[in-house]
Each structure stands twice: as structure tokens, then as C-alpha cells.
């Protein structure tokens, strides 16, 4: 059985933190490059940031480079990216994407809504 949970999405205010989880399970998780996306209403799935295997780690939105740190516990079969200093604009479901070759799995989201 493959899974993979996104957790720790909520309501937070314009400067605060938040940090998702992603639990993986029915996969050999640490072979696996794993990625943060996120997608707002009307918005195409756009990619926040990646981790690879071996560790190498690479962000696609600069706006987002020294705000949010992605991390993988491999003893834990867990994902996580820590979220700071957020923007009204980091509004969206974020879903974790695990994928190894043509083998690609994908969590249900957790919505993340930052909101005075």
C-alpha cells in the first residue's frame, strides 16, 4: 500500500511559521527524490523545492530561497519544509510528490492559508 500524508498546513498570519510534514510508507522511501508543490486556486501545481536522494537540495521560486528549508528524515520515512516569514502569496494546497525513475506518487495536500 503506497502513501504518502501531508500534514501541518492551517490558517497563519503574514510573518509567521509553519512546518509540513509528509509520512510516506508502502515504499522504499530514501531512494526516492522527494518534492514540496503547491498549487492556488486558478494557478497551475507549481514546484517550491526538491531533495533528492542523496541529499542535494534545490529550490525553484526565488522568491522563496532563505524562507522555506526543505528536509527528508529517512529513518522516519518523513518529508518536511519548514515554512517562515509567510506571505499572504504562500496560499495554497501543498502536496508532497515522491518519485524514482517513471514511479511517481502524490499525497492529498494540506492547505496552508496565510491570512490577517
Known amino acids: 500500500q503506497l502513501r504518502l500524508v501531508e500534514s501541518g498546513g492551517g490558517l497563519v498570519q503574514p510573518g509567521g511559521s509553519l512546518r509540513l510534514s509528509c509520512a510516506a510508507s508502502?515504499?522504499?522511501?530514501?531512494?526516492?527524490?522527494m518534492t514540496w508543490y503547491r498549487q492556488a486556486p486558478g494557478k497551475e501545481r507549481e514546484l517550491v523545492a526538491r531533495i533528492a536522494s542523496s541529499g542535494v537540495i534545490r529550490n525553484y521560486v526565488d522568491a522563496m530561497k532563505g524562507r522555506f528549508t526543505i528536509s527528508r528524515d529517512n529513518a522516519k520515512n518523513t518529508l518536511y519544509l519548514q515554512m517562515n516569514s509567510l506571505k499572504p502569496e504562500d496560499t495554497a494546497v501543498y502536496y508532497c510528490n515522491a518519485r524514482m525513475a517513471l514511479k511517481e506518487y502524490w499525497g492529498q495536500g494540506t492547505q496552508v492559508t496565510v491570512s490577517s
Open positions: 508502502g515504499f522504499t522511501f530514501s531512494t526516492y527524490t
